[in-house]
Structure formats: structure tokens, C-alpha cells
């Protein structure tokens, strides 16, 4: 009798979490471990005034999780994995498995606003092959409180990897890069807070896939709540890939995904000096994947058969179609060109723009 109270008194408490605050940003951090079916359902305390949340689960290595499902404080549940992951409309990529996986809510503009209370929040551990497993997991939840939605400062680490740091012409060329992609942010209201640093490994593996013990020490370093965007001389082990986003959304706390990795090679291209031309696209493809990172999708995949959730951004199904009415968005999935040029893509639809708003990311 007195096991069995004792049971029901634990269910009823819940993770023990570790608070902190990051700038105006609060962080709740617990070490669980997943049930019998690897599942694990925990309560998330929403407080006075937060306006969305950013939850990043990360199993013990070598285990792979996701986010399961998400209910608000009435038991209404607002997402689910397997719904997601079936949908042919992206809004994040939390109920795919993966070392790490991170759920941003709310995710657009339709998704039901944060609201004090006691949420719900489930999560999963499976192994390699995908079979659930009674495995621990770190879970980190960092809340905002955000009082003007439609504009925020995003805080940025630029990260010069290997010898791109000794690459005068490189710096250079980044820096300029980086003013087309903050006045492409400026048009969604987010202003960057950018600082340089080097790291002194520039053999990378794109985040996620690889180098796991570098993506750690550089996020260590730059703090939770920053972006990295690291420039590597080439990325490691793809071929003609300009750049690659960790998750999308991004997790804001140290893990292997917590970078976008961008290649100096494909940014110069064949001759190894900027035009005009190239200075543009590399700004736009820093505001590109550092935009996954926020949790933006391509408004259509290159499949022609998965699209972004919004509702600004057209559904098309063909490459012409989507050339035409999408070839100037800055999530195009690659940039439309013509013999002599290609197209600016400097347009951010207001859906887009409000989705970043919402990242934790941009206070
Ligand atoms: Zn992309």
C-alpha cells in the first residue's frame, strides 16, 4: 500500500528540472529516462507571458529520439509525430528520428499560442534500426517571452573553420555576403547580432552526419541561444552541396546539430574570386539555411511533392509553375538561374516571416 502511494506521488511530480536564465531567455534542463516502450510523457511548465518554447531532446549516445506529441494545458493535443511525418506540409522536422530533435511551438502563425499552464510534452528513444528503447535522454526547454512578435534580434556566431581564417579574400568576401543577408532579415524584422570567431578544424562533416565532437566544442563555446554559422573550406564527404542546416528548427543548447556549415569552395565557385553575382548568392544562402534554422522550409521540395505549411507560399508541381511564382523566394531550394544570371531571392512572404518570429532564436 504505501509502495503503491508512493508510485502515484512520484507520476503526479513530474521531471525534476534544472532552471537557469540565458539573457531574457529561461532554461529547463532534466536527465530522463524513457519507459518500458520507450515513450516518456512530461509536463512543461509554461509561465506568466512566454510566448513560444523551443524543446531539444538528446538520447545517449548512440540512440536516436524525437518529439512524439504536444498538448496544451486543456489536453487538446496540438501535435503528434506520426501526423506530421506523414503530411506531405512540413512544419518541423521534431517527429523524424535523429541524435537530437527539437519541436518549436509555435511553429507558424496557425499554431495555437503559448498559454500559462501545465503542458504536456512526449517524447521517444529508439535505437539505430528504429525500435523504441528504455534509454535516457537530455531534455532542454528554453522559453521567450517575446513582446513584439513581428521583430527580434537573432544572435549569431560566424565561425571562420581551418584555413578559411587566414583567407583574407574569403573574410572579406563574407563579411560583404553577410550585409545582403542582414538586409534581407531586416525585411522580416530581424536584426543580426553578429560576432566573428575561428575554430581550428575546418575538416567538417555536414552537423548531424558527422564531426560530433567539433559541432559540441563550437556551441560549448559560443553559448546557448546563439546560431553558428561556420564556414569550412569544403564540406566533407557530399560533393557540389553550398550549404547545410543541422535541423530544421535548429536546437538553441550544445549538440551535434547546432550549426548551419556553408562551403568557401561552391561560395567562390570554379575561378576563386567573388563577383558580384556570388558575393548575392553566398549572402542569400547564409540567410537560407540559417532561415531552416529558424524553422522555414523550402516552400516546395525539389520532389515537387512536399511543400511548407503556410499559406502565402503557392502550391505548385511543376518546375515551371514553381519557377514562376517562387523562383524570388529566399527558400527556393536552390537559386534559378539562366545562362547570364540568376534571379535575387530576396522575397520573405509575411508567413515566413512571422514563422522566424516565433523561433525561440529571435527575442
Ligand atoms: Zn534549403
Known amino acids: 500500500m504505501t509502495r503503491l502511494l508512493a508510485l502515484v506521488a512520484l507520476a503526479a511530480c513530474g521531471p525534476r528540472y534544472e532552471e537557469s536564465s540565458i539573457g531574457h531567455m529561461r532554461l529547463l534542463s532534466t536527465d530522463v529516462r524513457m519507459q518500458r516502450d520507450g515513450h516518456r ?10 510566448s513560444s518554447f523551443l524543446a531539444t531532446l538528446q538520447p545517449t549516445t548512440p540512440f536516436v529520439g524525437h518529439i512524439r506529441s504536444l498538448e496544451n494545458s486543456d489536453g487538446i493535443q496540438l501535435y503528434d509525430a506520426i501526423t506530421e511525418t506523414k503530411s506531405a506540409f512540413s512544419s518541423t522536422n521534431a517527429g523524424f528520428l535523429g541524435p537530437a ?34 534509454e535516457s535522454a537530455r531534455l532542454d526547454l528554453l522559453f521567450k517571452s517575446d513582446i513584439d512578435p513581428t521583430s527580434g534580434i537573432l544572435r549569431v556566431a560566424l565561425v571562420f573553420a581551418g584555413s578559411t581564417a587566414d583567407d583574407a579574400d574569403l573574410v572579406e568576401a563574407t ?6 543577408w542582414r538586409a534581407l532579415y531586416a525585411t522580416a524584422g530581424i536584426e543580426l547580432d553578429l560576432t566573428e570567431l575561428e575554430y581550428p578544424e575546418g575538416n567538417l562533416e555536414p552537423p548531424g552526419a558527422g564531426s560530433d565532437r567539433h559541432y559540441l566544442q563550437i556551441a560549448e563555446e559560443t553559448g546557448v541561444g546563439v546560431i553558428n554559422v561556420v564556414i569550412v573550406p569544403a564540406i566533407v564527404g557530399v560533393e557540389d552541396v553550398y550549404g547545410i542546416a543541422g535541423d530544421i528548427p535548429g536546437p538553441l543548447v550544445p549538440s551535434i546539430r547546432t550549426a548551419v556549415l556553408v562551403s568557401a569552395e561552391e561560395a567562390r565557385g570554379p575561378d576563386g574570386r567573388f563577383d558580384e553575382t556570388e558575393l548575392r548568392i553566398y549572402g542569400e544562402t547564409l540567410a537560407h539555411e540559417t532561415g531552416h534554422l529558424l524553422g522555414l522550409f523550402h516552400p516546395v521540395e525539389t520532389t515537387l511533392d512536399v511543400w511548407d505549411a503556410l499559406d502565402d507560399t503557392p502550391q505548385c508541381s511543376s518546375n515551371r509553375s514553381c519557377e514562376s511564382k517562387m523562383a524570388d523566394n529566399l527558400m527556393y531550394p536552390f537559386p534559378v538561374c539562366t545562362l547570364f544570371t540568376c534571379v535575387p531571392q530576396t522575397t520573405i512572404t509575411d508567413d515566413q516571416a512571422t514563422a522566424a518570429n516565433l523561433y525561440v532564436g529571435v527575442d
Open 41 to 50: 510523457a512530461l509536463r512543461v511548465p509554461v509561465g506568466v507571458g512566454a
Open 101 to 134: 530533435a527539437s519541436l518549436n511551438w509555435p511553429r507558424h502563425g496557425r499554431d495555437a499560442p503559448l498559454r500559462e499552464g501545465k503542458w504536456r510534452l512526449e517524447i521517444g528513444v529508439a535505437d539505430t534500426e528504429g525500435f523504441y528503447a528504455q
Open 175 to 180: 563579411r560583404e555576403a553577410v550585409e545582403h
